[in-house]
C-alpha cells in the first residue's frame, strides 16, 4: 500500500546509545518531515526537508540530524540519548505540486522510542 | 509566531449527541487550516484543509468551518466510532509547509 513506512514501531534506549529511525514514502512527494508528540502536547516539527539533498531545522531540532539522499528516504538519527527525548516520532510528507494542500500530508504510524 | 489552541481538551458524548470542537489560531498569513483524526497508537489522518474565512467543508457526520481567528469542526449525531483525538493545525505562508499544532481534544463517543 502507498505510503509512509517508518520503522522501528517500538524502541528502548539507554541514556547515551544512538539510533536511526526510519521513513520511507513510495509516493513520490518531494517535501518531508519529522515530528515529536508528547502527552497533552501538539506535534513538534523537528526537521524537514523539501527535496533530496536539502534539509532544514524545525521548532526542537536540538539532539537530532537528517539527511535526505534520496526522494524516498529521510532518516532521524538520535545521538547521545537522553530522556527528554522519549516521545512518540511521526514522520509525514506532503506533495510540492497541483494542490499540494488538497489531501493534507500523508503521516507514517509512528516510532515510539522510550529512553532510560 | 503562530499558535493554535484547541477546546475542550476532551469531550465525552452519548451517541447522536452534537457538539462542536474550537481551534483558534494566530498566524502570520493564513496559507491552510487542517484538522486531523488521530487514533490511538496511530498516526494522523486527514479530514479537512480551509483556505479562507467563511469555508465550509464536510465528511459523513464531521463539518469543518474556519473564520479569521478559529476554526470549529462540528460532529453531528456521533457514533461510537467517531472516538478519536482530534488535531487542529496551519501552516502560514512561506513556510515550506511546515505546520503548528495544536495539542488536540479527545472525543469518546459512549453507545
Known amino acids: 500500500n502507498a505510503g509512509v513506512t517508518q520503522t522501528p514501531k517500538f524502541r528502548i534506549l539507554k541514556i547515551g546509545q544512538s539510533m536511526t529511525l526510519q521513513c520511507t514514502q513510495d509516493?513520490?512527494?518531494?517535501?518531508m518531515y519529522w515530528y515529536r508528540q508528547d502527552p497533552g502536547m501538539g506535534l513538534k516539527l523537528i526537521y524537514y526537508s523539501v527535496g533530496a539533498g536539502i534539509t532544514d531545522k524545525g521548532e526542537v531540532p536540538n539532539g537530532y540530524n537528517v539527511s535526505r539522499s534520496t526522494t524516498e528516504d529521510f532518516p532521524l538519527r538520535l545521538e547521545l540519548a537522553a530522556p527528554s527525548q522519549t516521545s512518540v516520532y511521526f514522520c509525514?510528507?506532503?506533495?510540492?505540486?497541483?494542490?499540494?494542500?488538497?489531501?493534507?500530508?500523508?503521516f507514517g504510524s509512528g516510532t515510539r522510542l522510550t529512553v532510560v | 509566531e503562530d499558535q493554535v489552541t484547541q477546546s475542550p481538551e476532551a469531550l465525552r458524548l452519548q451517541e447522536g449527541e452534537s457538539s462542536s470542537l474550537n481551534c483558534s489560531y494566530t498566524v502570520s498569513g493564513l496559507r491552510g487550516l487542517f484538522w486531523y483524526r488521530q487514533d490511538p497508537g496511530k498516526g494522523p489522518e486527514f479530514l479537512f484543509t480551509?483556505?479562507?474565512a467563511g469555508e465550509e467543508k464536510e465528511k459523513e457526520r464531521l463539518k469543518a468551518t474556519l473564520t479569521k481567528k478559529e476554526s470549529f469542526l462540528h460532529i453531528t449525531a456521533p457514533k461510537p466510532e467517531d472516538s478519536a483525538t482530534y488535531l487542529c493545525a496551519v501552516q502560514a505562508y512561506d513556510s515550506w509547509g511546515k505546520l503548528q499544532f495544536g495539542a488536540g481534544t479527545q472525543v469518546v463517543v459512549t453507545p
Open positions: 509525514a510528507s506532503r506533495t510540492g505540486t497541483g494542490v499540494p494542500y488538497a489531501y493534507g500530508y500523508t
Open positions: 509516493m513520490n512527494h518531494n517535501y
Open positions: 480551509l483556505y479562507s
